[in-house]
C-alpha cells in the first residue's frame, strides 16, 4: 500500500468534486420533485386541498427551524467548536423527528380522506410521503454525522459528510418550502 | 450581509425566512393571487440556497475553497 | 462450496433469492399481524423490492460506505484493486475499466435476450392468424422486446463511456468509482426483475405501460416497473458520475474545445440522463401506487387523468432516444476522421450541436401525444420545437459529409460500421418529420411506420456505432484485433438485412399496419411483407452471432494489436499500449497542446507526455 499523504491540492480538489456530485443529485432529485409538482398542478388545478392550516403552518415552522440549526451546527463545526456542533446537530435531529411526526403521525391522521379517496388525496399523500421519506433518510444521515461527531472524527479541515447531510437536509427543506404553499395555501 | 460573521448571518437569514413564511400563511387563507406565493416561495428558495446550502462553493476554483 | 460462494455475482444471486423470500415472509407477516389476508401483488413488489437490495449486499456494495459512515478509513480506490484475470468480471471491483466491461457483457447479454424475443413474435407475424402465440403472451414479448433493449443500450453507451472516458480525457478513474460499480451492479437485479414480468402473468401495455390498461392488466406489469426503476438509477447514477469526470478530471491543457468529440456526446447524454430519467421513474412509481394503494392518478373517475401519465412518461422517453443516440453519433464523428485522415469538420459546432440536440430534447415530448387527445393549442409549438433538432442534427450530417469529402479514406471494420451508421441513421432521420408534423402524424401515429423509423434511429444510432466503437477498441482491451473476414461478414449479411426489415415496416405502415397487434386481416396483403421482415430479422440475428463468435475467437487466436494500429492521434492509442494498463497513465501523465482532429497538418500535435521531473515539480510546489 503506498503511503504518500495527499497533497493540500488533492484534497481540495477531491472536495470540489463531491460538491460537484453532491449538486448533480440535487438537480437529479429535483425533477422528480417537480414531476410531482406538475402532477398537483395538472390533476388539482386551482383547487384547494382542505387541510389543517394551523398544523401546516407549525409543521413548515418546524421544518425551518431545524435548517437553521443545521446552518449552526455547520458554522460550529468549520469554527472547530465540536461542543456547540453537537447541541444545535441534536435540535436538528430532534426537530426533524417532530416534523415526521407532524406530517406523518399528525397530519395524515387529521386529513378527511384516504390516499385511494379521489386525486386530491392520491396528490396529497405522494407529495407528503415522498417528502416525508427524504425527511427520512435525512435523519438517518444526520444520526451517522451525530455518531461521527461524538467519536471526534470532525475538525475545522476536514468535515465534508457534515456539510453533505447539512446540504442535503437544506435541500428537503428546500422542497418543502415550494411544496408548503403548493399543498396548503395555493387554489381556492 | 457579506461583513456579518456567519453564525450572526445565519440569524438574520433565518429571521428573513420567518417572516416571509407568516407573510406567505396569512396571503394564503386570504385568497391572494397565486403569483404573489411563488414570489415569496422563489425568495425563500434563493435564501435558502445561497446562506444555508453555499450555492456558490460549487464555483471556487478546484485549488483554494471553504471558508 | 466456499470458491462458489466466493464469487461476488454468484453470492449477489444467491442473496437475492433469499431477499425475496425475505421480503415475502416480512410482508406476510406485517398482513398477518394487521389481520389481512395474503395478496400477492404487494408481496411480489415487497419481495422485488428486498431481493434487489440484498443482491447489493451480497455482493458487498455497500461495505465501504457503511464504513465510511462510520467514519472508519477505506482504501483509496486505485490501491483496491483486489482480484485479477477473468475472476475481477464477476466482483464489485473499481477500475472504470473493467466496470466498462462488464456493462458491456451485460449490454450484449440483454441484446441477445431482447432480440430473441423479437424473433419469436416475428415468427407469429410472419403470416396471418395466430399460430404459436396468444394474445398476452404477444403482447408480453412485445413489451418486453422493447424495455430490454432499452437497457440494453443504456447499459450498451455506459459502456463505451466508462471504459473511454477516462481514457480520453487522461483520468486516472472515474470520480466516484464505488457509485460507479454500484450504478453498473444494480442493473442486473433490474434485468433480473424486469424478465420475472413473463412468469407473473406477463403484461399487455407494450413498453409504454400507458394507463389505464397498466392499471388494470396482469401483475406481470409491477416487475416491468420495478426492473426499469432499478435500471433508471443505474442510469441517474452513471450520468452523475460521468458528468462529473468530465467537468473536473481533464488533463491539464484540455480545455472545453479540445475534449475528444465523443465526451461531449457523452456529456449532453449524461444532462439528459440525470435530469429526465427522474420522471419515468415518477410516472412508473405512480402507476404502482396507484395499483397497490388505489391512489387515484389516472383513473377519470377517481378525479385523475391518464394524459398525465403520458406527459411526464415521454418528458424521460423523448430524450432517451436521444440518450440511446448521442453517443452514437459521438463514435461517428470520433471515427470518421481517424479512416478518412482528415480534420473533423467543424469541431465546435458538432460540440455545440450535441449540446442543442440535449437541450431541445426537453421542449419535444408532446409530439407522442398529437393523438392522444392533448390541448390542440399544444399540438402546433411542439411540432416546431420537434422539427427544430433537426438542425443540430443536420449540422451533425454536413460536418460528416465535408469531413468525408475528399478525404483519404481507409475502409477496415469499423471505418464499415461507421458508414453503415451514417446511413441508417440517415433513413432515420427523413422519416423523423412526418412524423413530427400533426397532419402526417395523424395517419402515421401507431403504425409500423414508427416501428420502422424507430428502428432506424436506433440502429443508425446506436447498434452500428457500437459495433464499430467494439471493433475499433476491442484491441486496447485485449490486445488483440478483431478478425476482418468474419467483421465484414457480420457487416454485409448486418446492413441489407436490417434495410429490407425496416423499409418492409415503413411500407406496411403507410398502408396501415397498426403496430402491438398479434393479427392482421389477410386481405390487406401484407403477408408477404411481414414473411421479408421475418426473414431480415433472422439475418440480422445470424449476422449478431457471427459477431459474437468473433469476439470469443479473437479473444484467444485474434491478430496481436502493437501501437497505435489505426494511426490515430487520441492519448488512449498514441500513448498506452494494448491491453490498457490497470493504471491507466501512471507514469505516462500528458498534457494537450493540440487540437484533436487534426489529421494530415504536419507537425501538429495533440498529446505530449510530461516529463517525469515536471511532475516531481509539480507535486513539490
Keep these: ?188 | 450581509m457579506k461583513k456579518l460573521n456567519s453564525l450572526t448571518r445565519g440569524i438574520v437569514v433565518f429571521f428573513m425566512l420567518a417572516v416571509l413564511t407568516i407573510m406567505e400563511y396569512f396571503l394564503g387563507i386570504n385568497q391572494v393571487p397565486q403569483i404573489l406565493l411563488w414570489i415569496i416561495a422563489i425568495i425563500k428558495m434563493a435564501l435558502v440556497l445561497n446562506y444555508f446550502m453555499h450555492f456558490y462553493r460549487l464555483f471556487e476554483s478546484d485549488e483554494r475553497g471553504n471558508e | 462450496m466456499k470458491r462458489v460462494w466466493s464469487i461476488g455475482i454468484i453470492r449477489g444471486l444467491i442473496f437475492q433469492l433469499f431477499g425475496t423470500g425475505i421480503g415475502v415472509i416480512f410482508f406476510t407477516t406485517i398482513r398477518t399481524i394487521l389481520g389481512l389476508g395474503w395478496k400477492t401483488e404487494p408481496t411480489i413488489v415487497v419481495g422485488g423490492l428486498f431481493g434487489a437490495i440484498f443482491f447489493l449486499i451480497g455482493l458487498g456494495a455497500f461495505t465501504d460506505w457503511w464504513r465510511a459512515a462510520l467514519g472508519q478509513e477505506v482504501l483509496e480506490p486505485h490501491e483496491a484493486h483486489k482480484f485479477n484475470g477473468i475472476r475481477r468480471y464477476f466482483e464489485f471491483t473499481l477500475d472504470h475499466k473493467v466496470i466498462g466491461i462488464q456493462y458491456g457483457v451485460l449490454s450484449m447479454i440483454l441484446l441477445s435476450v431482447g432480440g430473441s424475443l423479437a424473433l419469436i413474435f416475428r415468427v407469429e407475424l410472419a403470416s396471418s392468424g395466430l399460430q404459436i402465440l396468444n394474445f398476452v403472451q404477444f403482447n408480453t414479448l412485445v413489451g418486453l422486446h422493447g424495455m430490454v433493449l432499452i437497457i440494453s443500450i443504456l447499459t450498451g453507451i455506459s459502456a463505451v463511456s466508462n471504459y473511454l472516458i477516462p481514457l480520453l480525457i487522461g483520468a486516472d478513474d472515474m470520480a466516484f468509482p464505488r457509485l460507479n460499480a454500484f450504478s453498473f451492479w444494480i442493473a442486473i437485479p433490474a434485468s433480473l426483475i424486469l424478465l420475472s414480468a413473463m412468469f407473473f402473468g406477463g403484461f399487455e401495455t407494450g413498453w409504454t405501460a400507458y394507463p389505464p390498461l397498466s392499471v388494470r392488466g396482469p401483475m406481470g406489469i409491477q416487475m416491468f416497473f420495478l426492473g426499469v426503476y432499478f435500471a433508471g438509477w443505474s442510469s441517474i447514477l452513471g450520468s452523475l458520475n460521468l458528468i462529473t469526470t468530465i467537468l473536473k478530471m481533464r488533463s491539464p491543457g484540455m480545455k472545453m474545445f479540445r475534449l475528444p468529440i465523443l465526451t461531449w456526446s457523452v456529456l449532453a447524454t449524461s444532462i439528459m440522463a440525470l435530469t429526465a430519467t427522474q420522471l419515468i421513474g415518477l410516472s412508473f412509481q405512480l402507476v404502482m401506487f396507484e395499483r397497490l394503494l388505489g391512489m387515484g392518478f389516472f383513473t377519470p373517475s377517481e378525479g385523475g387523468n391518464p394524459v398525465l401519465f403520458q406527459h411526464l412518461f415521454w418528458f424521460y422517453s423523448h430524450p432517451a432516444v436521444y440518450i440511446f443516440i448521442l453517443p452514437g453519433l459521438g463514435i461517428i464523428s470520433e471515427l470518421l476522421p481517424v479512416f478518412v485522415r482528415k480534420p473533423l469538420f467543424g469541431y465546435k459546432w458538432v460540440a455545440m450541436s450535441s449540446l442543442a440536440i440535449a437541450l431541445t430534447s426537453f421542449l419535444v415530448w408532446g409530439h407522442h401525444m398529437f393523438t392522444a387527445g392533448i390541448e390542440e393549442y399544444l399540438r402546433v409549438p411542439f411540432m416546431y420545437s420537434t422539427l427544430l433538432v433537426a438542425v443540430p442534427t443536420g449540422v451533425k450530417f454536413f460536418s460528416w459529409v465535408a469531413t468525408l469529402w475528399q478525404g483519404k479514406a481507409r475502409f477496415p471494420v469499423p471505418m464499415l460500421f461507421t458508414l453503415g451508421a451514417i446511413i441508417v441513421f440517415l433513413m432515420g432521420g427523413l422519416t423523423g418529420p412526418p412524423a413530427g408534423t400533426v397532419s402526417t402524424d395523424l395517419h402515421l401515429h401507431d403504425t409500423y411506420f414508427i416501428v420502422g423509423h424507430f428502428h432506424d434511429t436506433m440502429f443508425g444510432g446506436f447498434v452500428f456505432p457500437i459495433f464499430a466503437a467494439i471493433y475499433y477498441w476491442y484491441p486496447k482491451i485485449t490486445g488483440r484485433k478483431l478478425n476482418e473476414t468474419l467483421g465484414k461478414i457480420h457487416f454485409y449479411l448486418m446492413t441489407p438485412s436490417f434495410l429490407l426489415m425496416t423499409f418492409g415496416q415503413m411500407r406496411i405502415g403507410l398502408l396501415g399496419m397498426r403496430r402491438r397487434i398479434a393479427d392482421y386481416d389477410p386481405n390487406l396483403g401484407f403477408d408477404s411483407t411481414h414473411l421479408l421482415i421475418t426473414i431480415g430479422g433472422f439475418l440480422i440475428a445470424i449476422s449478431v452471432l457471427v459477431f459474437f463468435v468473433n469476439l470469443i475467437r479473437s479473444a484467444k487466436k485474434g491478430e496481436i494489436a502493437e501501437g497505435n494500429i489505426w494511426n490515430s492521434r487520441s492519448p488512449e492509442w498514441s500513448l498506452l499500449p494494448s491491453p490498457a494498463p490497470i493504471n491507466n497513465y501512471e507514469n505516462r501523465e500528458f498534457r494537450v497542446v493540440g487540437n484533436p482532429y487534426d489529421y494530415g497538418l504536419t507537425g501538429s500535435k495533440y498529446v505530449e507526455l510530461i516529463k517525469s521531473e515536471e511532475i516531481k515539480n509539480e507535486v513539490e510546489s
Excluded: C
Design chain 1, 1 to 188: 500500500m503506498s503511503s504518500i499523504q495527499p497533497s493540500i491540492n488533492q484534497i481540495q480538489k477531491k472536495l470540489a468534486i463531491s460538491r460537484l456530485g453532491l449538486w448533480l443529485f440535487f438537480a437529479s432529485d429535483s425533477f422528480m420533485f417537480g414531476g410531482l409538482l406538475i402532477s398537483r398542478f395538472y390533476l388539482l388545478g386551482n383547487q384547494k386541498i382542505e387541510l389543517n392550516q394551523f398544523l401546516g403552518l407549525v409543521v413548515t415552522s418546524v421544518l425551518l427551524v431545524s435548517s437553521f440549526f443545521m446552518n449552526r451546527a455547520e458554522v460550529m463545526i468549520s469554527r472547530d467548536n465540536k461542543k456547540g456542533f453537537l447541541t444545535s446537530l441534536l435540535i436538528t435531529i430532534l426537530l426533524g423527528i417532530v416534523f415526521l411526526v407532524g406530517v406523518v403521525g399528525l397530519e395524515w391522521r387529521d386529513a378527511h380522506f384516504g390516499p385511494a379517496d379521489g386525486a386530491q388525496g392520491a396528490v396529497f399523500y405522494m407529495m407528503t410521503g415522498m417528502h416525508a421519506f427524504h425527511v427520512l433518510t435525512g435523519i438517518i444521515f444526520l444520526l451517522f454525522v451525530l455518531r461521527n461527531g461524538i467519536n471526534g472524527k470532525f475538525n475545522a479541515e476536514n468535515h465534508f459528510m457534515v456539510e453533505a447531510s447539512a446540504n442535503y437536509w437544506h435541500f428537503v427543506d428546500v422542497v418543502w418550502i415550494i411544496f408548503y404553499p403548493a399543498l396548503y395555501l395555493m387554489g381556492s
